[in-house]
């Protein structure tokens, strides 16, 4: 043991190769910033937002400023989640701008594809309110990152967890009814984008790919917003993340690249905001769902929670074929919202 103990460790190598697709693991991370010496700064995504021109990292008074890697390493303040895609950061930046830093475990592209996806994922997001907009990126040896912004009330996952888990104050069916009828229109207009672009033919622009309610991200107002859009294009799913995809309603996250199963997704999603379990489906059948329910409901807001219910088990059917298209199921998502009786 001793000997061990004494016996010097060979020095790893941290040089950046621009060549290399794999990412640093969670566990290599310590002994990285040990031995890093270089920087590198992370790229900025060339993007309008509301008509304020390219967009900064900065609070909008503070004055343009580089983010390099290091900044933006020793700045993390607590990890926000883990997935087979990689881990998601907060970060708070030296301008006190707090961004949220996704770091790939293993990317599937080279530098230049991966900037240009990066790129053409910012843009789109840029253009709908209910995305969450990237602004920054970096592909180097050891570290493949995005830049997003960071939403203090955390996600749908975070918020519906507290709630069981916890005792924390469950959300009302209202602001459940607001959570979801935004997801419907980030997909619905995710779908609605071109099936490639001219400049990438490999990239799917009108599919997500990874719609989960720990991507869903929760406004102060109870508007959401979709997070890591076109990120299943740009990282391998790996096992390093042990937590299952699996919701209260025993329902199975699907992990097919195709706009069907970001509709089966959705479902899933709108099955877990109603609480229901699938096993009391089979039960109680549709006469009792109201009982099945984890919030009180009662005349309108019990007839939405019902139309709800329906929507997510359309948008679940086993057979991609049969499910609807976002564009349908936004559509049956403002008629539930119009219920007023």
């Known amino acids: 043991m001793m000997n061990r103990a004494l016996t010097p460790r060979a020095r790893r190598s941290y040089k950046y190769d621009e060549d290399s697709c794999r990412s640093m693991s969670i566990h290599e991370y310590e002994e990285f910033m040990v031995g890093f010496k270089e920087d590198v700064p992370l790229k900025f995504c060339d993007q309008d937002r509301?008509?304020?021109?390219?967009?900064?990292?900065?609070?909008?008074?503070?004055?343009?400023?580089?983010?390099?890697?290091?900044?933006?390493?020793?700045?993390?303040?607590?990890?926000?989640?883990?997935?087979?895609?990689?881990?998601?950061?907060?970060?708070?930046l030296l301008g006190g701008k707090t961004c949220a830093v996704k770091r790939f475990r293993m990317v599937v592209v080279k530098r230049v594809e991966f900037g240009r996806r990066v790129e053409m994922v910012a843009q789109i997001s840029s253009q709908c309110e209910f995305l969450v907009p990237l602004f920054a990126y970096l592909y180097a040896k050891r570290i493949k990152l995005v830049v997003s912004d960071y939403y203090p009330m955390g996600s749908l996952a975070d918020l519906l967890s507290g709630a069981r888990e916890r005792g924390?104050?469950?959300?009302?069916?209202?602001?459940?009814?607001?959570?979801?009828?935004?997801?419907?229109q980030a997909i619905a207009f995710i779908h609605s984008q071109p099936h490639h672009s001219h400049k990438d033919k490999d990239m799917y622009l009108n599919i997500h790919g990874n719609i989960k309610s720990s991507?869903?991200?929760?406004?102060?107002?109870?508007?959401?917003?979709?997070?890591?859009?076109?990120?299943?294009?740009?990282?391998?799913?790996?096992?390093?993340c042990g937590t299952p995809h699996l919701i209260r309603s025993n329902f199975r996250f699907s992990e097919t690249l195709s706009q069907k199963s970001d509709v089966y997704?959705?479902?899933?999603?709108?099955?877990?905001?109603?609480?229901?379990?699938?096993?009391?489906?089979?039960?109680k059948g549709k006469m009792m769902m109201s009982s099945c329910f984890e919030f009180d409901v009662e005349g309108k807001e019990k007839r939405q929670a019902l139309g709800a219910w329906d929507i997510a088990l359309a948008c679940t059917k086993k057979l991609p074929e049969e499910r609807p298209d976002m564009e349908q199921v936004l559509a049956l998502m403002y008629d539930v919202k119009k219920v007023t009786i």
């Open 50 to 92: 509301k008509g304020k021109g390219k967009l900064v990292y900065q609070l909008e008074e503070a004055p343009p400023q580089q983010i390099t890697l290091k900044e933006a390493l020793r700045a993390s303040v607590g990890v926000l989640g883990e997935s087979p895609l990689g881990m998601t950061e907060k970060v708070v």
């Open 168 to 184: 924390q104050t469950a959300l009302e069916w209202g602001q459940r009814l607001q959570i979801v009828v935004s997801i419907a």
């Open 215 to 240: 991507n869903v991200m929760v406004n102060v107002d109870f508007t959401a917003r979709l997070a890591d859009y076109g990120f299943a294009q740009l990282a391998a799913r790996t096992d390093h």
């Open 265 to 283: 997704n959705f479902g899933v999603i709108l099955l877990d905001v109603l609480g229901i379990k699938k096993s009391d489906v089979i039960k």
